[in-house]
């Protein structure tokens, strides 16, 4: 069964570092997605990404964030200068299109630690 | 603003009995769907079962049902005969449909999610 999946699965990196998170979503899927969850607290939504654009962002995707998909098949979530608050499961998730009937499916997280 | 709420954040049961897990939303919104995801250790998120706002039959699949009260606006996820595997972290969750959005993101809102734990 055709999944999205996410490196790497956990990521250490000290305050100030650029981090690239990496996800490879199902592959005649059209839409992408990063959600992220702090530990303790609600998965939110960060951005939606079609035909090499950005459709949407939330209030929490700052300057600090960027996404690309660099090639046919992976869509990166960068984060310039990680702030201790920036810990937090990222979940990158992909859609064929975004009518009702459509469903997205996830990957299984990318556990990003900033010390 | 939409908003999930998700009021037990742990539940438990015994394996083969039934549980239920609320959820209660707010909206303005006509046309929305709601969804009930499955985490499991493995972290992946997985799609348990979705409701129509507009259809007023509650959805199931297999052991899985929903008890969605348009007006309460309240979504809670029946288990009927909890197995081990159903040991997972609950996320509710919606998505609006807003009028000339053409399908809009699919953003979704979630809850804070509850553990259920199911004990053997």
């Known amino acids: 069964e055709p999944e999205v999946t996410q490196t790497p699965s956990h990521q250490v990196t000290q305050m100030g570092q650029e981090v690239i998170l990496r996800c490879v979503p199902i592959?005649?899927?059209?839409?992408f997605y990063w959600y992220r969850q702090i530990l303790g607290q609600k998965v939110e939504f960060l951005v939606s990404?079609?035909?090499?654009?950005?459709?949407?962002k939330s209030e929490i995707f700052d300057d600090q964030f960027s996404v690309e998909r660099p090639d046919g098949s992976n869509f990166t979530l960068k984060i310039r200068s990680t702030k201790l608050e920036d810990s937090a499961m990222y979940f990158c998730?992909?859609?064929?299109?975004?009518?009702?009937?459509?469903?997205?499916?996830f990957g299984q997280g990318t556990r990003l630690t900033v010390v | 603003a939409q908003t999930v709420t998700q009021s037990q954040p742990e539940m438990s049961v015994q394996e083969a009995e039934t549980v239920t897990l609320s959820c209660t939303y707010d909206?303005?919104?006509?046309?929305?769907?709601l969804f009930w995801y499955k985490q499991p250790p493995s972290r992946q998120m997985i799609l348990v079962i979705r409701?129509?706002?507009?259809?007023?039959q509650n959805a199931t699949e297999n052991r899985f049902s929903v008890n969605f009260q348009k007006a309460a606006k309240s979504f809670s996820l029946k288990i009927s005969d909890s197995q081990l595997g159903d040991a997972a972290m609950y996320f509710c969750?919606?998505?609006?449909?807003?009028?000339?959005?053409?399908?809009?993101?699919?953003?979704?809102?979630f809850g804070k999610g509850t553990l259920l734990t199911v004990n053997p």
């Open positions: 998730a992909s859609t064929t299109g975004r009518t009702k009937n459509t469903e997205a499916f």
């Open positions: 592959s005649n899927h059209l839409y």
């Open positions: 990404f079609y035909n090499n654009e950005i459709s949407e």
């Open positions: 909206t303005s919104e006509s046309d929305y769907y």
């Open positions: 409701q129509e706002a507009y259809k007023q």
């Open positions: 969750a919606y998505r609006a449909f807003p009028l000339n959005s053409g399908g809009s993101n699919y953003k979704l809102t």
